[in-house]
């Protein structure tokens, strides 16, 4: 794996690709085009972290929901990788176009976020802008990041630090347990296993400082999430 991220030779933006999805990595790289390198590769958020460390590229590509870590995805990546100073960023490149998973990329350090529909002309042209200090957002995505950050800064930090915490998957876990569905109800529900239910909800409880279901549903009503 090269650990030169300059590309002196082409002048190239070099660039890591994260994602859990071997064929999408495949066909991400061949879409590119030349001005854009991939460097280096990950399937989960330990790799991630390590790889980002390792090559410290430019530009890091990154899917919002990964497998490891602590459950937190592509969000979890990025705050991991704040000792890095910033020399590193973060473009989210996702299926999701949800509302919730694009302010919470931003909020995490991501200086942009398209979805896969993307074409591979506009994906390197996305690096190129990244890796130049700009921000970049598909079209529709970008209203997100506006509302959710011209709003008062109090009212967001109030109304959405806590839920932030838990990735897309744990919070659709979340609210169907503290609806009251049994493990198995959830994981026929979401069509994951009973023991990735278990690992999610340890997670949640974690990451919200309650011990016990009966508390993550109080915790939910009292925010109207159930």
């Known amino acids: 794996m090269s650990t030169d991220t300059t590309g002196p030779s082409t002048g190239a933006v070099d660039v890591v690709l994260v994602d859990d999805h071997h064929l999408f990595r495949t066909g991400v790289k061949a879409s590119l085009d030349a001005g854009v390198r991939v460097v280096g590769e ?15 590229p430019p530009v890091v590509l990154l899917d919002v929901h990964l497998p490891g870590g602590d459950g937190g995805g592509g969000a979890e990546v990025i705050r991991r990788c704040a000792d890095l100073g910033g020399t590193t960023r973060f473009l989210a490149l996702s299926v999701s ?24 002309g506009e994906l390197s042209d996305a690096v190129r802008r990244v890796a130049g200090g700009d921000a970049v957002f598909s079209p529709r995505l970008a209203g997100f990041v506006l509302d959710a950050f011209g709003a008062a800064a109090g009212d967001v930090a109030t109304g959405d630090d806590e839920l932030d915490r838990l990735s897309a998957r744990e919070r659709e876990v979340m609210r169907l347990i503290a609806r009251g569905y049994t493990y198995r109800e959830v994981a026929s529900e979401l069509f994951i296993s009973v023991k990735t239910v278990e690992t999610h909800v340890s997670a949640v409880l974690r990451k919200l400082q309650l011990s016990s279901r009966h508390e993550l549903t109080r915790w939910a009503a009292a925010r109207r999430l159930l």
Not at 97 to 120: M, P
């Open 42 to 56: 990950a399937d989960d958020v330990e790799s991630a972290v390590r790889v980002v460390h390792e090559l410290q």
């Open 97 to 120: 176009d949800a509302a919730e998973d694009v302010v919470a990329t931003i909020r995490s350090g991501a200086r942009g976020y398209v979805t896969k529909a993307i074409d591979g």
